[in-house]
């Protein structure tokens, strides 16, 4: 049986259909299975932890290969099919949660995992990507590596330059604290249902030492945030609303610079931001917000 019909095979016996709601897009392509888990890299030392492991596609190739895999699945549906697939198997964890919800570090502790030894792996649901990925980071989730299948347009944002066209504000965050890499582009017909959007396997290695040092991650993110969200308003009323610090304190940060003087005249918009990122860095460090040499252009 091959995959797209054993993925019919399950639906049926346990009568089920694809909840839109969670993001479920099943994997039936043997071949992008087994890129995910070559990009992995998984050893038998390897703890891994897949997010929504769904009917146990990839999971069943990952409990072949890594030491233990912890599986964190929302739907009750597909948590019963999970039992019964993998009852067998003595490294298999499985978790009826959110992942949004997990408490990581506790998670780690009760498992008694050992920090260096963690992989992410997951076909996300597309509708909570960025979310799932912030909290990994943010949280300071201690993986070695994130390998994730994920809308390619949301894969291009990712794994940007800070600065290059496609740069959002998360951008940032995953260059801060990943070195990115692309590994295949996967068509809408490798899943049932069909996704309506391209989609993209990449892997975020995650760096030993930050691109640049910052005296404060907290408040550099946090003005990156408000630089993006605030799409319609100026840098400095962005900044301001998001409470970093005055509006005077801003104006007096900004004025200060040549290149804002610059921009001045035809309103230093949020976008300028992600035109110019080295300004940008060159803005925050002269603001004494982080003390850095600017991101590298590559
Ligand atoms: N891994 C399977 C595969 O490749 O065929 C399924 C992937 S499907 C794109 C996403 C999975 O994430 C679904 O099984 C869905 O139920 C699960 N999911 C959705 N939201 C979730 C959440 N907040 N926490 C944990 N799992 C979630």
Known sequence: MDLEEETKFLIKKYNISA???????????????????????????????????GLGTLTNKLLEKAKK?????????????????FLLYNNFIL??????????DKLIKDQNIEKDTIKIVANLPYYITTPIIMKLLEEKVPAKSITVMI?????????????????????YCVYYYCESEKVM??????????????????????????PVNLKDE??????????FMQRRKTLINGLAN??????????ELLNSLRIIRKHKRRKFKHRAICRNCKQTIKYLT?????????????
Do not use: H, Y
């Open 19 to 53: 909840n839109k709601n969670l993001g479920q897009n099943f994997l039936i392509d043997e071949q992008v299975v087994e890129n995910i888990i070559e990009a992995a890299k998984i050893s038998e030392e390897d703890i891994v932890i897949e997010i929504g492991p």
């Open 69 to 85: 895999v912890i599986a964190v699945e929302l739907d009750n549906k597909m948590i019963n099919i999970l039992k019964d697939r």
């Open 95 to 104: 978790l009826n949660e959110d992942v949004l919800k997990i408490d990581f």
């Open 151 to 171: 809308q390619k347009e949301v894969a291009d944002r990712l794994t940007a330059i800070p600065g290059e066209k496609e740069t959002g504000a998360i951008t």
């Open 185 to 210: 582009i996967v068509p809408s017909t490798s899943f049932i249902p069909e996704p309506q959007v391209s989609s993209e396997v990449i892997t975020l290695n995650i760096r030993k030492n930050p």
């Open 218 to 227: 907290k408040k550099f993110f946090q003005i990156i945030k408000a630089s």
């Open 242 to 251: 998001s409470g970093i610090a005055s509006k005077e304190k801003i104006k």
């Open 286 to 298: 002269r603001g004494q917000l982080i003390k850095s040499q600017p991101f590298s252009d590559k």
